[in-house]
């Protein structure tokens, strides 16, 4: 795996930079402030997914100054071959992109999240080993310039160890040791919970046998019961059967009794009735008699209230007329007043539309523009293309003036402030005069763009102002047209009135004709008045003769109807006499058979069999909700009885459980991850030590002992001597920190790695060293080490890897 090369848009320094890089070992280099950390942090913003303020406070401080949003594009190869772009954008919105090129072009890879985004660049880095792409940058692959010592110099041993066992992948071990203490004490508190169970329910079943001899007793108690049970309840059927004999007799003589009851009452309201039906008939006779005196004058009232009836359906015609009459006079006067006046409003819209255009055509005279100020307005475009032009070029100026302040402050003497040592780029000059030559060439520049831009503030005031007054004048002309069109719409408007009031004075005239001529249909109506009261007064004079008439012509019509109802009334009253007399000798007769002693005694003796049934059938339905309660509650003891069994059976598995979970904690999970970081840090040792020994040029072992501490051995007369890293220089602690990291890369497979000023602390001696040592890996040399990675990237000042760099690339000027 290759990174290719790096676009930076709009990051801090970075306005428009783009860098290629080579196969091996890149260097690069120039002052401070030209932004050689910045192309670090951006590789690992956009290849490996690591968040903005890792490294800066604000989102906002990655920016360049003054924009809202930049962009950084990486192209690498895979190990397969294949060329890719990752694109990712800072600033809202933000935006990660994986792009394969795909013949000559680049083809976006469509991902649903940013999270499969970050598994497909894990997965073509070679990677996708579990841990966040971001991680691994950040604690091993690129760790930032103040981090670089990291987690190598932690004092507290535990925290240190949790932080190597995580890099080299083995913290699972012993996060698995943690983790499972809860499940065995999990798996311990559910035994003793099964066990309370067991005890609980085994309390219960103890009365099963109990319970099941008295089930026994109840089912030989129910069955003598039943026995008793069957020969009273023979006994009650043959009393029954006697006393059903007996009841039929008292129930034939009390409802013949009743009968003769219902006959007699019968009579005595048959006769009732037919005394009144008498009198109705009489009634009939009497109102026949007084239907023949008011007949004649009955029909003289009918005759009057037909005449009434004709003349007030006249009198509605005339109240219809004279209702037309009044509207047809009502709307005569609204279109009349209506003509009236749109005569004048027509007249009054004409007058003022003739006003209203004779200014309009004045003010359009006075909107032509001067020429001159057109000529101005045409120039603002260009005018502010180029004051931006001028402000971008000063503030570029302004941006190299900072930095060559900032290195005339710490290259003032000529010392490299990292190195202590006289500084070889400056070498043969006087660094003060260096500097002050630059910064008064770049303050000239800068006076000059700012005499441009004050010439040109000035001529785009004046465009501004042009600009302005020819809007003006534009907005007036527009405002001027829309008056044009309304005239033009108001004089159709008005003509269209004049066509309405042409209307309005036919429909008046119309109005005016029909509502004489309903005027003239009222004299059909003359006299109407006289008419109605003479009609009105002949139907009062009949009034009496005809409501006697009505009041008794419904009982002189029912005569015939009364006279058959009382001679069919005479006729049933005979039969009903006839069937008394019938129905009292058959009571005679059953009085004479029907025994009440023995009846009496019958029914006793049932009441006391069915009491002795009823009792013992209480007895026997309670026995049977005994034998019932009995029956669940034993099926429920046994149920309970197979149940702890089953609880056995589980406690005995939990019992295995717990046995295997203590085994894997004691023997397993407690010793891996020991026995995996001590494999790591012998293999990871051995490396380092021969790189260690390359840089330090010293008879003195790195070793990376237990907890991940950092120790040096040496003889020191005849005795092993061995220092701890709170014991080291910090050049002899920054070279083992470089020998364990190259070491650390190489074991967890990184084929790319970042260092940032990795010289910091080291001599002129150890610094060379150190760059013979990154040759000696990239050539895989057998007494550092065999060569692992595929690139290289070291930010320095120091000449000394220029010798052994694959591409030094130069930032700044």
Known sequence: MRILSIHLKNIKSHRDTELTFSAGINVLSGPNGVGKSTVFEAIGYALFGVDARDFVSNVDRFLSIGTKKGEIAVAFCTDAGETWRVTRTVGTPAKWLLAREQGGAFEVEEHARIEETEARIAELLGLDNGRPLAEQFKLVIGPFQNEFLGPFVIKQPTKRQEAFDEILGIDAWRKTYKSTSSLLSAVQEKIKI?????????????????????????????????????SQADALRDVEKQLVELDDQEKGIAALQAEIQILVNRITDGEGKIKDQGQRV????????????????????????????????????????????????????????????????????????????????KARNELEPDRKVVDTAGRLPGLRDEINRVRSEKGLLEGRRIGLLEGQEKLGEGTCPFFKEPCRNVAGTTPKDVFTTRIAELDRKMQALTEALG??????????????????????????????????????????????????????????????????????????????????????????????????????????????TLEKMLRLLDELQKQLIGKKEELIRLQETYKPGQHKEARDQKDRLVAQVASLGQQIENLEKDRKRLEDEIGKLKLLKDEIGRKQAERNSFEQKEK??????????????????????????????RIYRTIAEADEELVWSENYQIVLRDMTDGVVRERSDDQ????????????????????????????????????????????????????????????????LFLISHDVAFTEITDQMIQLGE
């Open 194 to 230: 099964i066990a309370v169970e067991i005890e609980a329910k085994e309390a219960q079943v103890a009365v099963l046998p109990e319970r099941e001899d008295e089930l026994a007793k109840i089912k030989t108690d129910a069955e003598a019961l039943r026995k008793v049970l069957s």
């Open 282 to 361: 009489g009634e009939a006779e009497k109102a026949g008699g007084v239907l023949e005196q008011t007949r004649a004058g009955k029909e003289a009232f009918e005759r009057a209230e037909s005449r009434l009836a004709e003349l007030v359906s006249k009198d509605k015609q005339r109240r219809e007329v004279e209702k037309d009459v009044t509207r047809l006079e009502n709307e005569t006067q609204r279109l009349t007043q209506a003509v009236e006046h749109e005569q004048k409003e027509i007249e009054g819209e004409g007058r003022r539309l003739r006003e209203e255009e004779d200014a309009l055509a």
């Open 455 to 564: 010439k040109l503030s000035v001529e785009v005031a004046d465009a501004e102002a042009a600009e302005k007054q020819l809007a003006a004048l534009t907005v007036r002309s527009q405002e001027l047209h829309k008056q044009t069109m309304g005239l033009v719409e108001r004089r159709a408007r008005n003509e269209k009135r004049v066509a309405t009031l042409q209307t309005l004075s036919t429909q008046q005239i119309e109005a005016a004709t029909r509502a004489k001529a309903r005027r003239d249909d009222l004299q059909v109506f003359a006299g109407l008045d006289h008419e109605i009261e003479r009609a009105t007064a002949e139907r009062g004079r009949f009034q009496a003769d005809r409501d006697a008439y009505h009041a008794h012509e419904k009982d002189a019509l029912d005569l015939d109807n009364r006279r058959q």
């Open 660 to 689: 295997l979970v203590k085994f894997l904690r004691n023997q397993v999970f407690k010793n891996v991850s020991a026995q995996l970081s001590e494999r790591f840090r012998e293999e990871i040792s051995l490396r380092a030590d």
């Open 728 to 791: 080291l220089s910090g050049g002899q602690t920054m070279s083992a920190v470089v020998a364990l990291r190259l070491a650390l890369l190489q074991t967890i497979g990184a084929r790319i790695a970042f260092f940032d000023e990795p010289t910091s602390n080291l001599d002129a001696s150890r610094r060379e060293n150190l760059a013979t040592a990154f040759r000696a890996i990239d050539v895989g040399r057998e007494e550092v080490t065999e060569h692992w990675y595929d690139q």
